[in-house]
């Protein structure tokens, strides 16, 4: 079997190898960050201040930094996911619904189904818009997701105190 020159190399020169290939990767991003200011957004913005920010607050939960980042639309999900069994099938509110809410509430997230899907796994969030792809899931509905006042209409049994944003069962047991 041949031997090539990288396998003969001595543990010096491998060590030595790395370190050109980190210094050129090094320069590299130093090069891209001052050229394209996408870059400097991202390495000032998003990476040194999220870093300094969790050095600061090392005992946050997960929730509460996805709380911080994302504003209300975590929070709102947060207790969705909290309220309601790991195999539950929640009802979403209709675009309209949520076009009508506070710009910053942050509840346009809502409507992008992968982004909540992942949010609530392993809970599965129903749109009637994709009335195809959920016609299935409709008929099995445990939950309705309440937003704005919007969604009460969907309960089997009616309620005297209603809260702006909420989870509640479809049915009453």
């Given at each position: 079997?041949?031997?090539?020159?990288?396998?003969?190399?001595?543990?010096?020169?491998?060590?030595?190898?790395?370190?050109?290939f980190?210094?050129?990767?090094?320069?590299?991003?130093?090069?891209?960050?001052?050229?394209?200011?996408?870059?400097?957004?991202?390495?000032?913005?998003?990476?040194?201040?999220?870093?300094?920010?969790?050095?600061?607050?090392?005992?946050?939960?997960?929730?509460?930094?996805?709380?911080?980042?994302?504003?209300?639309?975590?929070?709102?999900?947060?207790?969705?996911?909290?309220?309601?069994?790991?195999?539950?099938?929640?009802?979403?509110?209709?675009?309209?619904?949520?076009?009508?809410?506070?710009?910053?509430l942050?509840?346009?997230y809502?409507?992008?189904?992968?982004?909540?899907?992942?949010?609530?796994?392993?809970?599965?969030?129903?749109?009637?818009?994709?009335?195809?792809?959920?016609?299935?899931?409709?008929?099995?509905?445990?939950?309705?997701?309440?937003?704005?006042?919007?969604?009460y209409?969907?309960?089997?049994?009616?309620?005297?105190?209603?809260?702006?944003?909420?989870?509640?069962?479809?049915?009453?047991?």
């Amino acid at each position: 079997m041949k031997h090539y020159g990288l396998l003969k190399m001595s543990l010096f020169y491998k060590i030595l190898l790395n370190f050109l290939f980190v210094g050129l990767l090094f320069l590299t991003l130093k090069v891209t960050t001052k050229k394209f200011q996408a870059y400097t957004w991202m390495w000032d913005t998003l990476l040194h201040k999220n870093y300094s920010y969790i050095g600061q607050n090392p005992n946050l939960t997960f929730e509460q930094k996805q709380e911080m980042k994302l504003g209300f639309y975590a929070k709102y999900l947060n207790h969705v996911k909290n309220n309601t069994e790991e195999d539950a099938i929640i009802l979403m509110p209709p675009d309209s619904t949520l076009s009508s809410t506070e710009p910053q509430l942050n509840l346009k997230y809502l409507k992008d189904r992968r982004r909540t899907t992942y949010f609530l796994y392993p809970r599965k969030p129903v749109y009637r818009k994709s009335y195809q792809y959920d016609k299935n899931l409709l008929a099995q509905l445990t939950h309705v997701a309440i937003v704005d006042y919007q969604g009460y209409q969907e309960l089997d049994y009616k309620l005297r105190d209603k809260h702006r944003f909420t989870v509640l069962p479809i049915t009453n047991k």
